[in-house]
């Protein structure tokens, strides 16, 4: 149910959300200063102790850096030497070649028996080659460091690292809060906004005196407020709701207070287009009088019709409910006397009439309604009309209520409108409420309206 209204809205929130909050993006600080001031927090407020235990490292890594480079003795052009190889990216099996001034000869590389790849950042000190000075190496080489006593294990760097970055998040938000805790919704942002929202519930079939009311005030309501940013589309949203609630708002109808107030039996007529589903609804009428304690009678005066008067004789059997009928083509006005004179003779407390579906635009059988009219008298004129045909239905709701004046309207397969529009635009397009909305084919599916469950159902996407 009101799926396409639902959706409008939706858009119409998320696009002014996002015009709110993108242009108060230049008052943010700029993103490489907010992540050095995040880095420098995050360090500083590391815990001491963690500090202490970087340092141990930190010398050891100076003290590495400061061993000069070990270099390579010179070694004769034609001869194999058989010394341990220095860097640790030399492959197996390759070949070294040297260029002499006048030739070069490829000279096969040959390594020892036994080799171990030195653990980086410690010189491990190992038997010099034959012909090697031993004082010279010693010269070069850095003492090896001794192992450091026991001491309580150390956070790696990554861990270090994790803290830092579990951190920032906190701190982001903090600074977020501080720079940008709230937004003044400007006029320039809602403007061009609402201009495509006013078009978007056209679309869902809101009549336009109707969608220009909702947006203005919807614009009344925004304009000026300041809320926090991340309530800025609950802050929107509310102001939607308010408006809806504010065009569908009416008098709350109740039959049964009517029926007090009324000298028994109280008689409603219902009217309205082909196919809109009028004898249908008056079943379901019939259905919650008989819920409530109510009895009724049941006026076929739908005499046009084919087989309009076997349909509503098969809803009074199922229903326990009598019924007033004539043959076809008989004078509607005639079975709706009838069925007065009826109750009246049998102590029930309301008349149901039915009539034949017709058009506003035509004359000769607005005519006919209104002999109805005078005849039956009715306490109740009730217009049936589907919820889905749009802003059709707002044209005959103001032309039968022009006619004979009308006293409330029965939308009916509200649970397939996938727009909405109508339901929202009728009270305030025609000034004729909405009674009841028919939402199934059962006979319990027939509801009171009520503008909170509409403006709930709607906004609830």
């Not at 947006?215 to 589309?233: H, I, N, P």
């Amino acid at each position: 149910m009101f799926d396409l209204l639902k959706k409008k809205i939706g858009g119409f929130v998320d696009s002014l959300s996002k015009k709110v909050a993108g242009e108060r993006k230049p008052e943010e600080p700029a993103p490489a200063e907010i992540k050095a001031e995040i880095e420098e927090k995050a360090v500083f407020e590391l815990p001491k102790r963690s500090q202490a235990e970087l340092k141990p490292i930190r010398d050891k890594e100076a003290e590495a850096a400061t061993i000069p480079p070990q270099r390579e003795e010179a070694r004769p052009q034609h001869a194999a030497v058989h010394e341990e190889p220095k860097s640790p990216e030399i492959r197996p099996q390759e070949t070294v070649q040297r260029k002499t001034a006048a030739h070069a000869q490829p000279v096969p590389f040959h390594y020892p028996v036994k080799f171990e790849r030195p653990e980086p950042k410690v010189q491990i000190p190992t038997k010099p080659a034959h012909g090697q000075k031993e004082e010279k190496r010693h010269e070069q080489a850095a003492p090896i460091p001794q192992a450091p006593a026991p001491q309580p294990a150390m956070p790696r760097e990554s861990e270090l690292k994790q803290k830092e970055f579990n951190v920032a998040p906190s701190l982001l938000t903090k600074l977020k809060s501080v720079v940008m805790p709230e937004v003044t919704i400007k006029e320039g942002d809602v403007s061009s906004v609402l201009e495509d929202f006013e078009m978007q519930l056209l679309t869902a079939d809101v009549a336009l005196p109707v969608a220009e009311e909702i947006a203005k005030d919807v614009k009344s309501k925004l304009v000026g407020s300041s809320v926090k940013s991340s309530q800025l589309e609950g802050h929107v949203k509310k102001a939607i709701s308010d408006s809806i609630l504010e065009v569908t708002k009416q008098d709350r109808f109740d039959l049964f207070e009517l029926m007090a107030k009324k000298e028994k039996p109280l008689r409603v007529l219902f009217i309205g287009p082909n196919g809109a589903g009028k004898t249908t609804a008056i079943a379901k009428f019939a259905h919650m009088l008989n819920k409530n304690n109510r009895t009724c009678v049941i006026a076929a005066a739908d005499t046009f019709r084919a087989a309009a008067i076997e349909q509503t004789s098969e809803h009074a059997k199922r229903l326990n409910v009598p019924v007033i009928k004539h043959d076809y083509g008989s004078d509607p006005a005639a079975v709706a006397f009838d069925a007065v004179k009826y109750a009246k003779a049998k102590g029930i407390d309301v008349v149901l009439i039915d009539s034949a579906g017709r058009q506003e635009t035509n004359r000769n059988l607005i005519e006919q309604l209104k002999k109805i009219e005078r005849v039956a008298q009715p306490d109740l004129k009730v217009f049936v009309g589907e919820g889905i045909s749009g802003n059709a239905l707002l044209s005959q709701v103001s032309e039968f209520h022009k006619a004979i004046g009308l006293d409330g309207v029965i939308l009916t397969k509200m649970d397939v409108d996938a727009k909405g529009g109508t339901v929202i635009s009728i009270k305030r397009a025609t000034g004729v409420p909405v009674l009841y909305l028919g939402i199934g084919q059962g006979y319990d599916d027939l509801v009171a309206f009520d503008s909170s469950y509409i403006a709930k159902r709607i906004m609830a996407g």
